[in-house]
């Protein structure tokens, strides 16, 4: 289920609105042990673009 969030949030990567309902969405369905490594992935393919999105989801402080 990783690789295919993973793959939907490419897709979906050009629309903000799109790319936080889909992150929301791949938070569910993922086992709890696949959520670190999502998340760094996450950061590391979206964070110029969409890091207040990414720290919202993720529940960080927005800095």
Known sequence: MLDYVKMILL???FNKALFEK???KALHVL???EVPDFRTWC????????RAIL?????LAVA
């Open 55 to 59: 720290n919202q989801v993720f529940g």
């Open 11 to 13: 897709k979906v990567s």
């Open 43 to 50: 950061y590391e393919q979206f964070s110029r673009i969409y």
């Open 31 to 33: 086992l709890p042990a």
């Open 22 to 24: 889909e992150l929301r």
